[in-house]
């Protein structure tokens, strides 16, 4: 069965960094786009970043543009987001997607909070 799983997240003071990584199973993960979508309490979600499936094009909300950065592995099933000068409004639960023709697919999340 299809599976995400992410990991990475934590508290982070603000102009800090983390690493997500997200790894995939259960689908042929080159053929695909991945995404980062992330939630914060009380809002809506917001697509993050995507890369296409051999990494040669990405896109990013304008939130992220600059300090984001969406990279991904084939040989390891995995895509990452590093995160630079994170804001405290980068407080989030962040999620791995991928669409499939038979569905979305959404990872567990990982919690990410920018806080001194």
């Known amino acids: 069965q299809v599976q995400l799983v992410e990991s990475g997240g934590g508290l982070v003071q603000p102009g800090g960094s983390l690493r997500l990584s997200c790894v995939a199973s259960?689908?042929?993960?080159?053929?695909?786009?991945l995404m980062w979508v992330r939630q914060a309490p009380g809002q809506e979600r917001e697509l993050v970043a995507r890369?296409?499936?051999?990494?040669?094009?990405?896109d990013y909300a304008d939130s992220v543009k600059g300090r984001f950065t969406i990279s991904r592995d084939n040989s390891k099933n995995a895509v990452y987001l590093h995160m630079n000068n994170l804001k405290p409004e980068d407080t989030a639960k962040y999620y791995c997607?991928?669409?499939?023709?038979?569905?979305?697919?959404w990872g567990l999340g990982t919690q990410v909070t920018v806080s001194s």
């Open positions: 890369i296409s499936e051999t990494g040669g094009r990405t």
């Open positions: 259960g689908f042929t993960f080159g053929d695909y786009l």
């Open positions: 997607k991928v669409t499939l023709r038979r569905g979305d697919y």
